[in-house]
């Protein structure tokens, strides 16, 4: 019931900056956080950072702490994540996610669980 669609991805150097779009549509009223999530080939989905739609808290992984900041426009749907200081282990397929019901949480194991929605991907590739 909620459709998320990632842009933004690409190809860049260590170091560099790229901003990664994602916009929600459909039952958009029902989103209580939204976040962005990492999967490379042959490794586990790794969370990278969550943001809360009414209060606008912000989660992070500590593996991205300093060099990503998200941020969303609620007027839009929508939610970024800049990602700044980019380092080759950043590579990865970014995925956008949704929570439809409230029942997201973050975990001490630095995982976000309880997302409902997913978009279908943006590949980001960091070289050295």
């Known amino acids: 019931q909620v459709q998320l669609v990632e842009s933004g991805g690409g190809l860049v150097q260590a170091g560099d900056s790229l901003r990664l779009s994602c916009a929600a549509s459909?039952?958009?009223?029902?989103?209580?956080?939204m976040g962005w999530f990492r999967q490379a080939p042959g490794k586990e989905r790794e969370f990278v950072a969550a943001?809360?739609?009414?209060?606008?808290?912000?989660y992070y992984a500590d593996s991205v702490k300093g060099r990503f900041t998200i941020s969303r426009d609620n007027a839009k749907n929508t939610v970024y994540v800049q990602m700044n200081t980019l380092k080759p282990e950043d590579t990865a397929v970014y995925y956008c996610?949704?929570?439809?019901?409230?029942?997201?949480?973050?975990?001490?194991?630095?995982?976000?669980?309880?997302?409902?929605?997913w978009g279908k991907g943006t590949l980001v590739t960091v070289s050295s």
């Open positions: 996610a949704a929570d439809g019901d409230g029942s997201s949480w973050l975990g001490e194991d630095q995982y976000y669980y309880g997302m409902d929605y």
């Open positions: 459909g039952r958009t009223f029902s989103i209580y956080a």
């Open positions: 943001i809360s739609w009414s209060g606008g808290n912000t």
